[in-house]
């Protein structure tokens, strides 16, 4: 059996053909292994932002409730007067800014208590201030807080107390808006 030219040519050619259509389908699932990695890393990042965000939009300094936001969702129960209300609002709206502020202040020289404990070269005196300073700006901002408690309750009559006293708040209540 003689194999002519153009049969040679033919088989050379259906041989060309076959292996890059082989090779092809392997470059294109490597390829798509390649992409869909980048695509579940990218979905990692995204999922890694979201918690980020999800854990800072939980936090003290962003979402935490006053005494005095606590007070006003509870009115109804309470039954406070509209000059209660009026005046448990003004109190709220007075000190909103300076309660942000000291808010920030704790975490801000926690971090440098913290900064202070894992340097190496930091000495005993150092750590020992960054801790106190923590716990001054702490203290300061649970007596601006008790300040602001006693002049909310100073406007709630004894039997609004303890109705308010009574009131059991979820958890959620007391952390979260």
């Known amino acids: 059996m003689k194999i002519t030219k153009s049969q040679m040519m033919g088989l050379l050619f259906s041989l060309l053909f076959l292996s890059s259509s082989i090779a092809s389908a392997e470059y ?6 390649e992409q869909d990695t980048k695509q579940q890393k990218m979905e990692e990042r995204q999922k890694k932002r979201e918690e980020k965000k999800e854990m800072k939009r939980k936090g003290m300094k962003e979402k935490a409730k006053s005494y005095s936001a606590i007070v006003l969702e509870q009115a109804e129960v309470l039954n406070l007067t509209d ?5 448990i609002m003004r109190i709220q709206m007075t000190h909103k800014k300076t309660r942000k ?3 920030g202040q704790p975490r801000k020289s926690m971090t440098k208590a913290f900064k202070e404990l894992r340097n190496p070269a930091a000495t ?34 004894a ?9 059991k708040l979820p958890k959620d209540d007391l952390t979260a808006e």
């Open 124 to 157: 005993v005196d150092s750590i020992r201030k960054a801790g106190s300073a923590h716990t001054d700006d702490f203290d300061v901002l649970v007596e601006a807080e008790i300040e602001i408690r006693q002049r909310i309750d100073a406007t709630l009559t």
């Open 28 to 33: 294109k699932s490597y390829a798509n292994t």
């Open 83 to 87: 000059e209660q209300l009026g005046k």
């Open 101 to 103: 502020e000291l808010l």
């Open 159 to 167: 039997k609004q107390r303890k109705k308010l006293q009574a009131i």
